[in-house]
């Protein structure tokens, strides 16, 4: 499984942005695809996730701003988020796992947030 994330990039605080990723390869082995982040010198830390049946999981702190949709069909997650702070400042990875476990990485799009 490839994942190709897009749409990282500089935002004033309290802008949004959209980041899509799509994933290729063996796509039908997929259960569960979404994103992490990490912060310069922080842990990766989960944002959010969408399985193929419709289960969601997020990170309590960001559910009111970040949201993480998808589109299984087209093997694409979203994560749309709003009213974006400094401290969202991150390496965003999208990640997908797969029914048998295994987890994969794409390369990881920079977003940047201006106070």
């Known amino acids: 499984v490839q994942l190709q994330a897009s749409g990282g990039g500089l935002v004033q605080a309290g802008g949004s942005l959209r980041l899509s990723c799509t994933a290729s390869g063996s796509v039908s082995s997929i259960n569960v695809m979404g994103w992490y982040r990490q912060a310069p010198g922080k842990q990766r830390e989960l944002v959010g996730s969408m399985s193929r049946g419709g289960i969601s999981n997020s990170a309590e702190s960001l559910k009111d701003r970040f949201t ?48």
């Open 68 to 115: 993480v949709t998808s589109d299984y069909a087209k093997n694409t997650v979203f994560l749309q988020m709003n009213t974006l702070q400094p401290e969202d400042t991150a390496v965003y990875y999208c990640h997908a796992r797969s029914w048998g476990g295994t987890t994969h990485w794409g390369q990881g799009t920079l977003v940047t947030v201006s106070s």
